[in-house]
């Protein structure tokens, strides 16, 4: 019988890119018109998206201190082991000296199940996400120095065993917490990858190893990373 336990899992991947951000909001119509609302941003700063140059898609411009939120479901994430996150992201700019920090913060949440008039569990108030992730993402990663490259910060870390198994989703939240030489809204949001080891089976989760990890700068390959998580 295949458990979890005996099955060497590749480390899964999801990616939520800035159109999924459920961090928009419609402004009010105008007085007798139905669809002249426009989108604005409902994080601190209000970002909003926009088209990058002419390609035909959008990324999120974004000035210091804004922020896009959005739950995430982690059904399928095994909680005993690390949940990793780098956000994706580009600039408008040329300069090799620019550099953007990101802070991503998140929040377990509880769903109540009220039934029959008994409310269990208690569940979980919506916040703003407020806790910071085990291991930040490292400060100031540094711009490629070329317009439109897409790029990506290091892994920050949801420690193994941090999550509790009542925990039905997540919000997540990426800030733009700080630029060295951007200027306002030359930092371009792409969005945002999670890693984690996937939990397909019904039986006991007694993974040696975390999912596999490979490299990252060859994602369809089988060339594994030179660091694995451990026990």
Known sequence: ???????????????????????WALTAPSAGATDT????????????????STFGFTAVPMTD????TTPIDIYDV???????????????AATATDA?????????????????AVVDPAGTTLIDPATALS?????????SGVAYKPQ?????VINRNTLADTTSFMLVSVELDAVTTFSADEVL???????????????????????????????????????????
């Open 189 to 231: 949001f792409l969005g945002l990858e999670m890693r984690y080891t996937p939990r397909r089976t019904a039986g006991p989760r007694r993974n040696i190893l975390g999912g596999r990890r490979f490299n990252v700068l060859r994602p369809l390959g089988v060339q594994l990373a030179t660091g694995q998580e451990g026990l």
């Open 152 to 156: 990506a910060t290091s892994f920050g």
């Open 65 to 68: 201190a804004d922020t896009v």
């Open 135 to 143: 291991t930040a993402i490292t400060a100031l990663d540094l711009s």
């Open 78 to 92: 095994d909680i005993t082991k690390q949940i990793r996150f780098r956000v994706l992201w580009t600039q408008t």
């Open 1 to 23: 019988m295949l458990r979890d336990f005996n099955l060497e899992w590749a480390e899964a991947r999801r990616i939520i890119w800035a159109q999924d951000f459920q961090t």
């Open 100 to 116: 953007a920090t990101f802070i991503v913060l998140y929040t377990p949440v509880q769903l109540t199940d009220n039934v029959a």
């Open 37 to 52: 609302g426009g989108a604005v941003g409902a994080g601190a700063g209000a970002p909003v998206m926009s088209e990058v």
